[in-house]
């Protein structure tokens, strides 16, 4: 066996300073891993890391360029980022994951879902529209329907649920596509992870129950209370997704499970996910693990789950803008192997994830009502 030399000196930079990257830097340190963030907002939670962040606007050309110039490989933490940018330092020899094409289609809601059906993924019918809004005699042979901006939409935003004609006044005004709306049994994801060689991991797939009110996950739980034959299913078409997608990179991938027992493509996400939060105390690897080891050219162990987890997103109460409190948090002791993670943000505010806390159990009920507890009890306040 020849020994490959891997350089743990490679200055990585990342597009987005959220959350995401903050976690991801987190793993890195375990590595003596330095990573470089550029973010717009002054107070992102990746500032803390202050020689490494750089105050600017990731969806400006030449501020991305300033920022990559001098660095070995290029990320993402979030795919609303200028990808001309990412594709004009490609040109410089540096290595960019996911490649630029991956990202320009992803970021693009009508393109992703083009994609997938040039692909024969399974995905709901869909159209997509050009104008700023949608033509009645079209809305009248889709409803009911979701309609999704094509670009910049995330954490339920540039999402709108049209059930009929007397809905149409909460269209969204701009370029969007819309989507048959499906009767869903249940919301899966699964994240899988490419390394630079084209080997797929699969972490395991997750149940998401959906916060109805703001569009984004309220909690899940892995692995998923489902049939092995829709396990299959769900590995399948990630298997193919992966295969079509040509590049390495960490891939989430959100599924529908209809009430017909289809099971189809929702939306695929370039990068690390809320959905596999989970990973980080129940799995041997985390989707971050991961993405590091494909960043650094090092190979992805078997993946195992240590039992049942459970994640709680932790979001802004309404009312509540400033300084964040954590309401009950003396108490979550209490409930067995619970890990908090707060996102180290400055100011909550209503619907916004401030943090996640992710539960460990063999048991799955006793899972479901420590999850629920959390849920009850433990809240984000000012």
């Not at 997938?116 to 042979?141: G, W």
Request: proline letters at 4%; hydrophobic letters at 35%; charged letters at 25%.
């Amino acid at each position: 066996m020849t020994d490959k030399k891997i350089n743990l000196s490679k200055k990585i930079g990342v597009l987005g300073g959220g959350q995401l990257g903050r976690m991801l830097q987190e793993e890195a340190l375990l590595y003596g891993v330095d990573l470089y963030f550029l973010d717009n907002d002054i107070k992102a939670p990746c500032s803390i890391f202050k020689n490494n962040f750089t105050h600017g606007s990731y969806k400006d050309f030449n501020t991305t360029i300033q920022f990559g110039k001098d660095k070995d490989a290029l990320t993402i933490e979030i795919e609303h980022i200028n990808a001309d940018a990412l594709e004009q330092l490609s040109k410089y020899d540096k290595m960019v994951i996911p490649k630029v094409e991956i990202i320009k289609m992803i970021q693009n809601k009508a393109l992703q879902k083009q994609f997938l059906k040039e692909n024969d993924i399974p995905t709901s019918e869909f159209c997509v529209i050009e104008t700023k809004n949608i033509p009645n005699d079209m809305a009248d042979s889709w409803y009911p329907f979701v309609q999704k901006s094509q670009i910049d939409g995330y954490d339920g935003k540039g999402v709108t649920i049209i059930e009929n004609k007397s809905d149409l006044e909460k269209q969204l005004m701009v370029p969007s596509l819309i989507e048959k709306k499906v009767e869903i049994e249940k919301e899966l994801a699964i994240t899988i992870a490419i390394e630079q060689s084209g080997k797929v991991h699969f972490f395991p797939i997750c149940e998401m129950v959906f916060n109805t009110k703001l569009n984004l996950v309220d909690y899940l739980i892995a692995p998923a209370s489902i049939e092995e034959k829709y396990t299959k299913k769900v590995n399948s078409i990630a298997s193919k997704l992966a295969k079509s997608l040509k590049s390495p990179g960490l891939f989430s991938i959100e599924f529908f499970l209809t009430k017909r027992g289809e099971v189809m493509v929702n939306e695929v996400a370039p990068r690390a996910h809320n959905s596999a939060h989970y990973t980080i105390e129940g799995c041997n690897v985390s989707q971050y693990q991961a993405q590091l080891r494909i960043l650094l050219g090092l190979p992805i162990p078997e993946i195992k789950m240590k039992g049942y987890a459970g994640m709680v997103n932790l979001i802004g109460e309404e009312q509540y803008i400033g300084a964040p409190y954590v309401e009950n948090l003396q108490h979550l002791h209490e409930q067995g192997e619970a890990h908090l993670h707060l996102y180290g943000k400055k100011e909550t505010k209503p619907g916004r994830k401030m943090g996640h806390i992710t539960v460990l159990n063999t048991n799955r009920s006793k899972l479901v009502n420590q999850l629920n507890w959390i849920k009850e009890n433990i809240k984000i306040k000012s």
